[in-house]
């Protein structure tokens, strides 16, 4: 079994204090073989925040990887977001901004979908997709890690990032059988299997930690592989309440049609 934790969106800097303790306590009891962190470590990209952040993965005792979110650029800085964008994320957090790590039969490939300039929206570029795709290997599971999402729900009114559903179509039709992204705030997971890529399941987290009163909850997800098989375990605290609840449990599996619930 490979057991892989998905945390998103951190947003140190606007981030709910109290449940810093709370959330390590959980992702270090959960002993996984690899913690992903989909960006959006900080909330504007400020050198104090991402100390804030380094800090917090620091305590992380599982190996970990993390790639950037929009809000790791400065967004108020012009200068900066278009000389040196990453100046503070390379020094605190990595200089590897696509990192790829294996965690038992289960590989995971960062792709760093941040654009400077389009600093909400973002961009899956075609030469990271050549890359993730020519380094697919079945039977292990292949996982895309990224900040913005691949596909969306209708309801969503942010625009989706340039070029990001033709690198969908590319990784589901290379082998890749899962993406993580967060930058919603909103969990969505086997409902996007509806909108037709059978193949790959995304599984958009919502936040960790950002204090955002109208995100309602902050969350993150456990994943066990297991074989076909994958439960995805979610684990919530809402919104004025202390911690973590009981994770809500949901199953699904893999077929030549593609993910279904189990
Ligand atoms: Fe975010
Ligand atoms: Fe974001």
Request: net charge negative.
């Amino acid at each position: 079994m490979t057991r892989i934790l998905h945390l998103s969106d951190l947003h140190f800097g606007f981030h709910r204090a109290a449940l810093v303790g709370p959330l390590l306590e959980r992702v270090n009891a959960a002993r996984v073989d690899l913690v992903v962190v989909t960006g959006d470590l900080t909330h504007r990209g400020r050198p104090e925040q991402f100390e804030a952040a380094a800090k917090f993965l620091s305590r992380i005792t599982a190996p970990l990887m993390a790639v950037p979110g929009n809000h790791d650029v400065p967004l108020y800085n012009i200068p900066v977001r278009f000389l040196w964008p990453y100046a503070e994320y390379d020094r605190q957090i990595s200089p590897d901004r696509a990192p790829a790590k294996v965690a038992c039969r289960a590989r995971v490939f960062g792709v760093n979908s941040v654009d400077p300039l389009a600093w909400q929206r973002g961009v899956v570029h075609g030469e990271d997709v050549d890359r993730i795709t020519a380094s697919i290997a079945v039977p292990e599971v292949n996982i895309v890690a990224l900040h913005h999402p691949l596909q969306q729900l209708p309801q969503v009114d942010k625009e989706l990032a340039r070029d990001a559903p033709d690198a969908l179509a590319r990784f589901e039709a290379a082998g890749v059988r899962v993406a993580l992204s967060g930058h919603l705030h909103r969990w969505a997971a086997e409902e996007l299997l509806d909108l037709g890529h059978r193949h790959l399941l995304q599984v958009q987290a919502g936040t960790a930690l950002c204090a955002r009163e109208t995100d309602l909850q902050n969350e993150f997800a456990v994943l066990d592989f297991d074989g076909d098989d994958l439960r995805i375990e979610r684990h919530i605290a809402p919104m004025g309440q202390a911690g973590f609840g009981e994770p809500e449990v949901s199953e699904l599996s893999y077929g030549e049609n593609g993910w279904r619930k189990a």
